[in-house]
């Protein structure tokens, strides 16, 4: 079985919860690179089929692709690390550590600290535009819902920084470094 530990030749009763997390992260990853690959095309689109385009969008344009590119390339190489930490590939432990810490401090903490401040920015907009006139119920229920999306998203990055950590510490512990084999050495 996948989630179970390997020791020696037998197999453990144990489970093992950073498999879970790596499988997830896997996922996730996946997904990312999904999301990236789609909207990039879209924006390659735009850029091929609108010659009439000012420079300035077409600058704008290529930024937001040279994004997606990096995006892409981020999310594959974290597909590529989980798949060598689940396949117990020793270059694959100190690399998947640092990819959690990276992902901890960039997509956890700086992302949820972006994601604040223009959430600050937008229920500042919201409140303003109800001084001025009041909004009727379909647009509360709809900022309410957006509301619940934004603190959903935001637990969530708050819940991922700490288990980010957790995997990054957990895979330097000897017990989990044991269970990694190197490359053979061939002749």
């Not at 609108?50 to 981020?74: E, K």
């Not at 937008?122 to 303003?128: E, M, V």
């Not at 708050?158 to 190197?182: D, I, T």
Request: with cysteine.
């Amino acid at each position: 079985m996948l989630l179970k530990v390997k020791r020696g030749d037998a197999r453990s009763s144990g489970f093992a919860a950073w498999r879970i997390l790596v499988w997830l992260m896997l996922l996730l990853a996946a997904f990312g690179c999904l999301q990236n690959a789609v909207h990039a095309q879209h924006l390659w689109d735009a850029l091929r089929g609108h010659a009439t385009l000012s420079d300035d969008a077409t600058s704008q344009l290529h930024r937001m692709l040279a994004w997606d590119a990096g995006f892409f390339t981020a999310a594959f190489a974290t597909v590529v690390v989980c798949a060598g930490a689940i396949l117990h590939q020793a270059w694959a432990r100190p690399a998947l550590q640092v990819v959690a810490v990276a992902l901890a401090l960039a997509w956890g903490l700086v992302g949820g600290l972006a994601s604040l401040s223009q959430w600050h920015d937008f229920s500042s907009a919201i409140a303003l535009t109800n001084a001025q006139t009041p909004l009727n119920e379909a647009y509360q229920a709809a900022f309410a819902h957006v509301r619940r999306t934004f603190m959903v998203s935001l637990s969530l990055r708050a819940l991922a920084v700490p288990v980010l950590l957790w995997l990054a510490w957990y895979l330097g512990r000897p017990q989990v470094r044991s269970q990694f084999r190197p490359r053979p050495v061939r002749r």
